[in-house]
């Protein structure tokens, strides 16, 4: 049976074309007969690199271009890092597939240390991650910390030419390009607690095309998406935005859901924490109910004075 190929909306970093790749293939293996193809696009995000992602309006930038290529018919589905995805959706557009998760730890990548707790006093690390930054310092407030942009290459890049002693990038992104070597040491969510949705995939399309949604059906992970669903009903309640050091990690255990999370000031001088357990079928509830607990707890102090800086 011939068809009409799907068409991917995908930006042009590595990472962004593996995944895309991933979903392709994914669809072509579950499909025999389906004809995909990528449509290469250039997002706002990708060209002002030199700028703070807090001060030109977040990681919105890099989805939408891809999203105006959905409603105008230019593209099916767009493919995107589940932690890079925002709250909110344009009218007509919904996140309906997560695909399975690959390691939501963060990892250390250094040429001469082997852990954050290895390095010397005063060393620089290289994040522009509020969440990293701020639980970074909470360990070691001796640690300078420097701001570091670009995609994966341009950032390891970085560390090479000597601009940081160390610096930090999401394990999954590492894998998926073939650098696991890079890992000096994968970082626990003990030490550090991940991204919500880090390592996650997840695909967007027009809510009303029933012919993709049918076959983007078979690509889910029942439980990536409990997961993920949990730690973004945590951050929903929080209205975290990307430039919010709230970090949240869920794990199943048979049929329950255990759900850590975090808020902190960016320097790491307090942490609001907490973490819940119960039914699978509850995790968004129970997402919820953890930020409730939060912001009690000091978590809404922090926050608004987050949002007061960012107007
Ligand atoms: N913010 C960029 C971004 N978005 C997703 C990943 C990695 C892959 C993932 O978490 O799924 C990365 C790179 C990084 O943080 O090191």
Redesign the pocket.
């Known amino acids: 049976m011939t068809s009409t190929p799907i068409r991917i909306a995908t930006r042009q970093s590595p ?1 962004a074309l593996w995944q895309a790749e991933f979903v392709k293939a994914a669809l072509e293996e579950t499909h025999p007969g389906l004809v995909v193809e990528l449509v290469p696009m250039v997002t706002k995000g990708d060209i002002i690199l030199d700028t703070p992602l807090a001060k030109v309006g977040g990681k919105g930038l890099f989805v939408k271009e891809l999203e105006q290529a959905m409603l105008d018919g230019r593209a099916d589905i767009a493919v995107h ?4 995805v925002p709250v909110e959706f344009p009218e007509g557009l919904g996140l309906v597939t997560i695909c399975e998760r ?1 390691d939501p730890r963060d990892a250390f990548v250094s040429n001469n240390y082997e852990s954050i707790n290895a390095l010397p006093e005063g060393a620089v690390i290289g994040t522009s ?1 509020l969440r990293r930054q701020c639980q970074v310092r909470a360990m070691r407030p001796d640690l300078v910390v420097k701001d570091l942009r670009g995609n ?1 290459g341009t950032r390891l890049g970085k560390l090479d030419n000597g601009e940081y002693d160390a610096i930090i ?2 394990s ?2 590492l894998k ?1 390009l073939n650098l696991h070597d890079r890992i000096r040491n994968e970082i626990e969510p003990e030490e550090i607690l991940p ?1 919500v949705g ?4 997840g695909i967007e399309c027009r809510v009303d095309d029933e012919r993709v949604r049918a076959l983007l059906e078979p690509l889910a992970d029942a439980n990536t998406t409990y997961r993920v669903l949990c730690e973004r009903a945590m951050n929903n309640r929080l209205m975290g935005g990307c430039q919010v050091p709230i970090g949240s990690y869920a794990e199943i255990h048979g049929d329950q859901i255990h759900l850590r999370a975090l808020v902190g000031e960016p320097d790491g001088s307090k942490i609001v924490s907490g973490e819940v357990t119960g039914p699978l079928e509850k995790a968004e509830e129970l997402g919820t109910g953890l930020a409730e607990q939060l912001l009690e707890d000091g978590a809404r102090v922090i926050l608004e004075k987050l949002y007061q800086d960012e107007v």
């Open positions: 990472l890092s589940m932690k890079d690959e991650s994966v990038l999401a999954a992104g998926r991204a880090q390592g996650a995939v």
